[in-house]
């Protein structure tokens, strides 16, 4: 009899999973009794501030800041998080919405176990508050938020900027320089050679405004950088692309190399390290296209400008990075980068590719094929290339979180 229990409770649990991915096609019916409860609160001030509260804190992630279903947690899902700014959504009566998010249906949490039911209530009064909340704008035209997951594709900038609020980690690391020979294996696919690193951390101003701080190991060099988005591409494609801009300094702090005695600046005054020196900058326009859900394209033209030079060095370096990512599947993706250089003292293109896996759209690792163990554009752009065509690369990798 208890063998007969437990296997029937199996089946139930087993069916229950099955019926989930079915029935979350299907319109979501809601009995009429349901249907016809009116909100006890009735929408009053003081309802609506609490249920925001609630709704900052427990649905953003998946429903976004302005209710349209675009949160950090959304990418992937499917089906979606609801849009509550639409006018399908507002048609139905509060006491639909009140059952719909008490009992829940498939990834949507039945909140009746963990929210008492005037909080329930009081998220429904904020929910059919929201499209009056809403600017006029945003309901019009929508905006395409991810033409890239990250604020870095492998080592260019991309047009991404953060959710408001939202901060991003970044470990970069790159293997020494290698090749496909004995030591390929010996030297470990060239991880026992000298690495590079760089950590950083991102945090929002606005949605379209971060700035971040960064040190990388090369050069013992703290960056510190804020990017802009200026433009956004929309879906109807009326704005056919996204532009940003983004800037950076980076402070090398190693020791200086010792100078010949006696040397001197060009106008002949007598040399001496200051602290300017130690200064780079970059500074590039990004222009970036989404062309389908899983394939986008950038172009950005970056200055950088040395402080410190060596003799018969230009201080100014100018190069066009061209990036592209195609979205494999849900989890992963390839993104490419190659770099013409304009005005560099050493024409060779930096070249990367790298397969990215991303469990969401907060969370990704890149395993990268690289020309290069710098990390900071100014590095990899103002120094040599690996030379690729002697069977010469990196290998190395990326972790991105949001949080
Ligand atoms: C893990 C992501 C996630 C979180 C967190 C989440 N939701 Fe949802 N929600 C969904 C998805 C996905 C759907 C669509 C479900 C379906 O149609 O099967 C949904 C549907 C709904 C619906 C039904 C809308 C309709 O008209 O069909 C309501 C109401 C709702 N959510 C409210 C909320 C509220 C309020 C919160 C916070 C307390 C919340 N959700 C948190 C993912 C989420």
């Known amino acids: 009899m208890s063998i007969y229990k437990n296997v029937s409770k199996l089946l139930i649990l087993l069916l229950s999973f099955a019926s989930v991915s079915v029935y979350a096609q299907e319109a979501w019916i809601v009995p009429d009794a349901e249907n016809a409860i009116v909100n006890p ?7 609506i501030v609490s249920g925001q509260k609630l709704y900052k804190s427990l649905c953003v992630a998946c429903h976004g800041n302005l209710g349209a279903g675009d949160g950090v947690a959304a990418v992937g899902l499917n089906p979606k998080p609801t849009d509550f700014t639409t006018a399908d959504f507002h048609k139905q009566t ?9 009992k829940g249906r498939g990834v949507m949490a039945p909140y009746e176990g963990m929210l008492s039911e005037e909080d329930r209530w009081a998220l429904v009064s904020y929910l059919k508050s929201l499209k009056v909340e809403i ?13 890239f997951l990250f604020t870095q594709l492998i080592n260019t900038q991309t047009v991404q900027t953060l959710p408001n609020k939202i ?8 293997f020494g320089v290698t090749q496909l020979n004995s030591d390929f ?12 690193l760089r950590l950083a951390y991102a945090k929002a101003i606005n949605s379209r405004l971060y700035a971040e701080i960064g040190r990388t190991r090369y ?12 433009l956004q591409q929309t879906i109807d494609n009326k704005t056919p692309f996204s532009i940003a801009v983004y800037g950076n300094m980076g402070i090398n702090t190693q020791k200086f190399p010792k100078v010949i005695d006696g040397s001197t600046f060009v106008d002949g005054s007598n040399f001496s390290y200051s602290f300017a020196h130690r200064l780079s900058f970059n500074s590039q326009i990004i222009f970036a296209k989404q062309f389908s859900e899983s394939f986008s394209m950038q172009i950005a033209p970056v200055v950088i400008w040395h402080n410190l030079v060596a003799k018969d060095e230009k201080n100014l370096d100018f190069v066009i990075p061209f990036g592209a990512r195609l979205e494999l599947n849900q989890k992963s993706a390839l993104l490419f980068e190659v770099t013409p250089k304009i005005i560099a003292k050493n024409k060779r293109m930096p070249l990367s590719i790298a397969y990215e896996i991303a469990s969401s759209s907060a969370h990704a690792f890149q395993l990268i094929l690289t020309s290069t163990d710098r990390i900071l554009e100014q590095s990899i752009y103002s120094n040599e290339t690996i030379d690729y065509s002697q069977g010469k690369f ?3 990798f990326n972790i991105k979180r949001l949080f």
């Open 185 to 196: 294996i010996n030297d470990f696919l060239g991880m026992d050679l000298g690495a590079n």
């Open 94 to 102: 509060a006491g639909s919405v009140f059952w719909k998010l008490s």
């Open 219 to 230: 050069g013992k060099t703290y960056d510190l950088g804020a990017k802009y988005l200026v």
């Open 167 to 174: 901060s991003e980690f970044t470990i970069q690391h790159r």
């Open 135 to 147: 600017p006029k704008k945003k309901v019009a035209t929508k905006k395409v938020n991810n033409t």
């Open 394 to 396: 990196v290998l190395g």
């Open 41 to 47: 609160i009735q929408n009053s001030e003081a309802a």
